[in-house]
């Protein structure tokens, strides 16, 4: 391994040499990182500096000295991550272990997201999932998939319709941790990604623009993924099961068509207005599972809405909930873990807000992003799903899971943002 680039923090503003208010400097073969007024200003200014070193070409650093927390530490490696996942930090102190743990799952996460759509499809993102989970969970971990046809004969309409034109089955993953040795033990917390390998938007195709990205549509299964990973090498001692809905939205001559009506097994109906707005439809089969599974609290993770990015940008993810200790659990784990997460509007009477004459209701509005609110109405969609009226879930928006360009924090590609969260507010209780 080469010499690794030492990293201080200080006081001491950069030599007169650089122009303006740098927050960074060299000096003598060491980057200097300025510390801010406040400890958010701070850890931004640390991650722009990870960025800076990367786009210099460094390959290994170490945080220097004794003022480095988790946290700062952790801004750091975010801003050092290239695109490539061939970077390496080399944590210090006494969270060193936990920041190991944090930058496997995250890299493994992001290379989920980064690869293409030829590589990660339904069945193979099942796979590796479960593969990467039994690694880690060992005899606690059983998984089944369900797929291709076999999803109708088990009721799951959603993933079945949406990926039904591709040539790559739509699948069902449910993985069941349970460390408890105890068949019969409650399921402690339902995650439900959404595990769109590609997305075309269907019939309502998207620009070129617009499809570029598309194989990180699946960043919500990679989200919760990683979360359990995390959770589970962090000593979890609840039983959780994962549901990843996984399909390609493409388009055949078999592909579901606007003014399509899906009877999910709970026996609500759906008129397709937007083949675009296919998350939801998908997302509807994994919290009719969680429901009979009867899990205590339900957490869903998708990138779902660009409404929701129109709303908080792509640094924050959007929170919906119609349970208020719910909400604040979520909102304070991802304060303690330092993610940015925004909450959003969500009321029982968002549930009617995409009307059909022809079935229960619409997938969305047909206008342009589904029209005003959409991020919220999105939301009300799922809340007809989610089980006891929406006791103990909550859903994540994912609008900061992905950079389409380089900035001053991120590299191109997956950022993992949200893993974190997920993961403290499963050990909260562990």
């Known amino acids: 391994m080469s010499s690794a680039v030492k990293v201080y923090l200080t006081d001491q503003r950069a030599p007169s040499s650089y122009k303006g208010t740098t927050r960074h400097y060299w000096n003598d073969g060491a980057m200097y990182i300025v510390v801010q ?16 070193l990367d786009q210099l070409g460094v390959s290994v650093i170490e945080p220097a000295a004794d003022d480095w927390s988790r946290d700062r530490q952790w801004a750091l490696s975010q801003g050092f991550t290239d695109t490539m996942n061939t970077n390496t930090v080399q944590f210090v102190g006494s969270d060193k272990e936990t920041l190991e743990i944090l930058a496997d799952a995250f890299r493994w996460s992001r290379e989920l997201i980064n690869l293409p759509s030829s590589e990660i499809y339904p069945e193979s993102l099942c796979d590796r999932v479960a593969e ?46 349970n460390p408890t040795g105890d068949e019969n033990a409650p399921v402690s917390y339902a995650l439900i990604g959404k595990g769109i390998t590609f997305d075309t938007g269907g019939y309502s195709i998207k620009t070129n623009e617009g499809m570029v990205a598309m194989k990180c549509d699946m960043g919500g299964a990679a989200t919760v993924a990683g979360a359990l990973l995390v959770a589970i090498r962090q000593g979890l001692k609840q039983r959780v099961k994962l549901l990843l809905c996984c399909a390609e939205n493409m388009i055949d001559g078999t592909a579901y068509k606007n003014g399509d009506i899906i009877t999910y097994k ?46 908080v940008g792509t640094e924050y993810n959007a929170l919906f909930s119609v349970d208020e200790e719910a909400a604040k659990a979520a909102l304070q784990s991802a304060a303690d873990e330092s993610e940015p997460l925004w909450r959003l509007p969500l009321a029982a009477f968002h549930k009617d807000n995409c009307p059909s004459a022809f079935a229960d209701t619409a997938n969305s509005r047909p206008i342009k992003g589904g029209g005003a609110g959409g991020a919220s109405n999105a939301a009300g969609f799922l809340l007809r799903f989610a089980p006891n009226g929406g006791a103990g879930w909550t859903h994540f928006d994912l609008a900061a899971a992905y950079q389409t360009q380089a900035n001053a924090l991120w590299p191109a590609g997956a950022t993992g943002i949200g893993i974190r969260s997920i993961a403290r507010m499963m050990l909260a209780n562990r």
């Open 37 to 52: 007024n406040d400890e958010a200003a701070t850890l931004r200014a640390i991650q722009q500096a990870g960025r800076k």
């Open 132 to 177: 990467k989970l039994k690694k880690a969970g060992g005899d606690a971990v059983s998984w089944q998939v369900v797929a291709g046809d076999e999803l109708i004969k088990d009721g799951r309409m959603g993933i079945h319709t949406v990926g039904r034109a591709s040539a790559k089955a739509p699948a069902l993953l449910e993985l069941d941790y």
């Open 266 to 311: 709970d026996g609500q109906r759906v008129e397709i207005v937007n083949t675009d707005a296919e998350g939801r439809l998908v997302l509807a089969d994994g919290l009719i599972r969680a429901g009979e599974l009867g899990a205590k609290k339900i957490i869903d993770a998708a990138t779902l809405t660009g409404a929701a990015q129109v709303a």
